[in-house]
């Protein structure tokens, strides 16, 4: 019997003791299944809704452009430049576009230097991995949360293309459709991508993860950036950028053959409403769109650009009425442009009574450089870049600085991005803000004009900038493309 008992006790012991050995197996399983699962967490996935609205914002874009711009362009010029003028556009749109995804994506959004990026994305290299079937990652403003790099990639590509095209409205209807390609090709290697690289090239949120390699990576990102200034969806790298290579253009190609002593009034209204409401439809995707996330900022954006565009509009009609008597179909239409593109760099910056001004003072702003300015330059601008684009975007990007206050209701900026921590409205100062918004406002100034000056002498040089005078009395509906916009 006591060997029965201590049979029986041993057993039970070594059963306990199995027992005891295998839950510490199952529980050292478990700790690394958790610390696996963990490690899988921590690298980011894209959200299917953030994607999605990065793909229509980039649909959006493309149809502000094609045909939004290009319709609303078209109906400004004469009938006998109407399909030339959309030609321009929608090819140097195209031109743009893959000139990006050959080099310009890489040039303007990888690592390199404070002005300029690398060749790591060369002809798109590593945004897919065959070998894994997995796509690269771009960073958004969010830690912890990411976009397909390839979506990314494409809305970036519309704005290049449509940045490029604007150009085309300051030297219509007499450049030749040569020259006007050379010219894109040269201007958007050399003026577009070094600015674009140094407003909006960062090393992402996730880089700052403590306070020790903030300086380190801030000062690999581009110059502008580095300075502080803010430019939401693209006041600098987009319009005072395209605005100062029109007015250039304008100077260095010349005026209309019959500037000043003939009639040279739109050709069809209608067309440029359609446009100018097109633009609007679609800026949403280019303003809401740059928040790269579904989001609120989306939200404040998308609304900033629904009430300031509206303001801008109401502000240019008055301004026609207290001037000429009468408020105008093509005042309010461009009262529109000149209102989202004063929005353009604040509007995911500024609070919804900020837009509000920046729209109505953009109304005035824009007609003013339609009417004083235009005369006081002396330029042939045909459809006023500079005008609107330059003067609108200069006011929209100073404003910025005054309106990102959170005094004046606007959501500030991040003040440390190791702990993604918002800028209190007592260390805020507008004056700080605004002379680095100047600094950013002059600098795209100046690198625009020399790069547009020895671009425009390049391509004269090469190919001749302007159509003969035949050619430019005839039109370049016929003369350049052996077409009409028109059966007569």
Not at 69 to 75: H, I
Not at 125 to 140: L, V
Request: net charge negative.
């Amino acid at each position: 019997m006591k060997k029965l008992l201590l049979s029986l006790g041993l057993a039970l012991g070594a059963t306990a003791a199995l027992a005891q050995d295998g839950g510490a197996a199952s529980a050292a399983v478990a700790q690394v299944t958790e610390v696996a699962a963990a490690a899988v967490a921590e690298v980011p996935v894209p959200n299917k809704g953030d994607t999605a609205w990065m793909m229509v914002s980039t649909l959006l874009v493309i149809l502000m452009t094609v045909p939004g711009l290009a319709l609303f362009y078209g109906g400004l010029v004469r009938s006998k430049n109407m399909l030339s003028i959309l030609m321009q556009v929608m090819v140097v749109f195209s031109l743009a576009v893959v000139l990006w995804f050959i080099y310009g994506y890489s040039l303007a959004f990888t690592e390199g230097s404070s002005f300029i990026g690398g060749l790591d994305r060369l002809f798109m290299k590593g945004i897919w991995d065959n070998a894994s079937g997995t796509f690269a990652n771009a960073a958004t403003f969010s830690k912890g949360v990411v976009i397909p790099e390839i979506v990314f990639a494409a809305f970036q590509a519309t704005f290049a293309g449509i940045t490029c095209a604007l150009i085309v409205g300051a030297f219509a209807e007499r450049m030749k459709f040569s020259a006007v390609l050379l010219f894109t090709a040269i201007w958007f290697t050399f003026s577009y991508l070094p600015v674009a690289h140094m407003v909006w090239f960062w090393m992402g949120p996730d880089a700052y993860s403590s306070k020790e390699v903030i300086d380190e990576m801030t000062s690999k990102a581009g110059l502008i950036w580095q300075w502080g200034a803010l430019d939401f969806a693209g006041g600098t790298v987009v319009h005072i950028n395209a605005a100062v290579a029109g007015l250039v253009g304008s100077y260095m190609v010349g005026k209309r053959i019959g500037y000043g002593r003939e009639s040279m009034a739109p050709h069809s209204l209608t067309l440029t409403m359609v446009g100018a409401s097109l633009l609007w439809v679609g800026w949403f995707g280019f303003n809401a769109g740059s928040a790269l996330e579904a989001n609120g900022f989306a939200g404040l954006a998308f609304i900033n650009t629904f009430a300031a565009t509206a303001a801008a509009v109401l502000s240019w009609s008055l301004g026609e009425a207290l001037l000429r008597g009468k408020a105008s179909m093509l005042g309010a239409a461009s009262g529109a442009v000149a209102g989202l593109v004063a929005i353009t760099p604040a509007a995911g910056n500024v609070g919804i009574g900020g837009a509000l001004v920046i729209g109505l003072l953009s109304g005035f702003a824009g007609l003013w450089g339609v009417n004083g300015l235009k005369k006081l330059l002396g330029a042939d601008d045909s459809l006023d870049v500079f005008g609107v684009h330059g003067v609108c975007g200069i006011l929209g990007a100073l404003l910025t600085g005054v309106f990102n206050s959170p005094d004046l209701g606007g959501p500030g900026f991040v003040a440390d991005w190791s702990s993604a921590t918002m800028v209190t409205a007592a260390d805020y100062s507008i004056a700080a803000q605004v002379w680095i918004q100047a600094k950013a406002v002059l600098l795209t100034i100046l690198w625009s004009g020399v790069v547009s000056v020895v671009a425009f002498k390049v391509v004269d040089l090469l190919v001749g900038l302007r159509v003969s005078e035949e050619s430019e009395r005839e039109g370049l509906d016929i003369s350049s493309h052996g077409e009409t916009a028109y059966n007569r």
